[in-house]
């Protein structure tokens, strides 16, 4: 997810660029299972930003209500109060889940705070977005790919609500999917196939 204002050169353009995380797992720095690892490895070692334009979830923190708050703030330093991000990034999971929303955890019925902590799922937990500035957002980015999300990624397109997935505004969003996701959508479907 990254936050972006207007500006008239590259250089101010480049240094207003925030990237912020929309969820991670409680893991150690450098973790495998760390979402941040793999962002550093696949995106930010190769960006041309600056260490302060990087936000992680401090979720080494061993108060992670705490750590939540913390992050809510930062978000608001970055991106106004209440915080309005420019784009947010989301996957799809098979279960219809996103970011660390998934079906049935309590998290999915945060309204009051921007940044929760999630119960365990796939033996983590996780902190998270929450759904009040996900939907602030100005605009969406879905990446679906694989088959086995094929059948959330139709009901997603729906809005179909019964997913955590569904709850997020989709009139501002963009869904971007390979072929196999793209497997059960029709052909009124405004989904971007790759």
Do not use: F
Not at 114 to 121: E, M, W
Not at 144 to 171: H, N, Q
Request: with cysteine.
């Amino acid at each position: 997810m990254a936050y972006a204002s207007r500006s008239r050169t590259r250089r101010r353009a480049r240094n207003a660029v925030h990237v912020a995380q929309v969820d991670e797992r409680v893991a150690p720095a450098g973790d495998p299972d760390r979402n941040l690892t793999h962002l550093r490895e696949s995106l930010l070692e190769h960006a041309p930003l600056r260490p302060e334009q990087i936000h992680p979830m401090p979720v080494e923190s061993p108060d992670l209500e705490a750590a939540c708050k913390q992050y809510a703030q930062t978000l608001q330093a970055i991106a106004g109060s209440p915080p309005v991000l420019d784009l947010v990034h989301l996957g799809l999971g098979p279960d219809g889940h996103t970011a660390s929303l998934v079906p049935g955890d309590p998290v999915l019925d945060v309204n009051d705070a921007d940044v929760a902590v999630s119960g365990l799922y796939q033996g983590r937990r996780r902190m998270t977005l929450t759904y009040p500035i996900l939907n602030r957002a100005r605009r969406v980015l879905w990446l679906v790919t694989g088959s086995e999300k094929s059948g959330m990624l139709a009901r997603l397109c729906a809005g179909d609500a019964s997913i955590p997935a569904g709850r997020v505004r989709g009139d501002h969003a963009l869904v971007m999917a390979d072929r196999a996701a793209a497997g059960r959508l029709d052909n009124n479907s405004k989904a971007e196939v790759a």
